[in-house]
């Protein structure tokens, strides 16, 4: 019904924000959208089980968004059959001072997926090229060679987050964690009336945040920092996924079939036995049914 290709970024050089829809140009029903979602999780769940067991490979799923644009509650969609002893998802808020005190990366690798698992970033280390770039006087409370005052660094100083970034991820690669990259692609239009929703909406009040409305006066400038993150950091080993997000079934789906797709051509394979252990079997099963 969808192809996640038609989503998939591997060489940014010629990538404009601009060119990719907030909504499927195709429409679907949403209980195919839904049917869809539930039938892609449970094959999720059942393919995060064998990763488990596998035990050599791991998954990585990031998550980077505007505000409202529903990364949570695609994040439970996704995972919702996946046994949570395999997976761990991070939610990263504002650095802490002990984070501070290092690199922008160090948070990060801490919370990267070990064998076997997968790991879910909400929020990232694409937040240092983003909300660090709309706002760069945060750069002075990092403790920085050369940093002293919020004037933005320059190009150069971004050109070289970028490379760190690169080089972060394909380390990752290397080492056996396969990574995808989920930016959900939302209109200001939706996310005003996602906005409003928490406001009329007192179950949805706690959701609400003063802050969120003014970052979105800074979304022209927030549209242009993905746009040079994605081009940037785009590749085969770590791609991006330009999600539509108006609509959060579709995202859900989307996102789901990517995530089916790629546990799928990784083929996890759960262990055989020797032959010798596997010959044990029949005298230890002999001996339990004696007790």
Sequence with gaps: MIDPHDFRITAGSMFKLADHPTQLVKTFTKDDLKDSVKQDAKQIGKLQDKLY?????SLLLIFQAMDAAGKDSCIARVLGD??????RVTSFKAPTTDELAHDFLWRHAKATPSTGMFGVHNRSHYEEVLVVKVHPEYLVGQHLPGITSGNDPGKDFWEARYA????FEEHLSRQGTTIMKFYLHM?????KERFLERIEDPEKNWKFSMGDVKERGHWDEYMAAYEAAICATSASHAP???VPADDQWET??????????????????????????AAELPEVAKALNAE
Excluded at 252 to 277: F, G
Aim: include cysteine; hydrophobic fraction near 35%.
């Design 53 to 57: 067991a596998e035990n050599n490979r």
């Design 82 to 87: 996946v046994n949570p002893q395999g997976c």
């Design 164 to 167: 760190s970034i690169r080089n």
């Design 187 to 191: 209109g200001r239009e939706a996310q």
């Design 240 to 242: 991006w996924y330009i």
């Design 252 to 277: 859900r789906a989307i996102i789901c079939r990517a995530v089916r797709e790629q546990l799928e051509a990784m083929d996890p394979q759960i262990p055989t036995m020797s032959d010798k252990a």
